[in-house]
């Protein structure tokens, strides 16, 4: 029987998987963002670890994540139709890349793994994130994607 909205295909008991690991890596790199101001305006070296650590956190769950929501974007060619997928996509492609590159500024010693190019990296990300998060949600709650048919009647 073809769904009448498109499904998502990585899923755990009815769960998108997708969904579910999103937060995590969206939570590490707001909070990467929230370590770097931390350090910015105290210089303890502590704030710039808790920051690597967030990224490293986050680009872990990231692959997870990235792994699961390309299962799902293949998995279901009505998902391929929509814009709005393709510009969510492509979007946490960019944070994703734009994360990778501020680990490893992250990984250099004292003030300049931080200011300026790491706080700045991480504003764009969370900034990035907002949109493709609120994409994420249009993706949900106004295409359907991985909602099953009960729950949207």
Do not use: K
Not at 60 to 86: E, K, M, N, P
Not at 128 to 135: A, E, K, V, Y
Request: include cysteine; charged fraction near 10%; hydrophobic fraction near 55%.
């Amino acid at each position: 029987m073809i769904q009448p909205t498109p499904q998502s295909t990585a899923q755990v008991a009815g769960h998108p998987i997708h969904a579910m690991l999103v937060p995590i890596p969206v939570v590490c790199f707001v909070g990467t963002l929230v370590t770097d101001i931390a350090y910015w305006l105290t210089a303890n070296m502590q704030w710039a670890n808790f920051s690597a650590w967030l990224l490293s956190v986050g680009l872990i769950v990231s692959a997870l994540a990235v792994l699961a929501g390309l299962i799902d974007f293949f998995g279901d060619r009505r998902i391929r139709r929509i814009r709005t997928a393709w510009i969510h996509a492509a979007g946490n492609a960019v944070a994703l890349v734009l994360s990778i590159i501020n680990v490893f500024v992250h990984s250099r010693d004292a003030y300049t793994s931080v200011v300026p190019t790491g706080l700045i990296l991480s504003a764009v990300v969370v900034l990035i994130l907002g949109l493709t998060g609120w994409l994420g949600a249009a993706l949900v709650h106004r295409h359907g994607v991985g909602v099953q048919a009960e729950e949207r009647a």
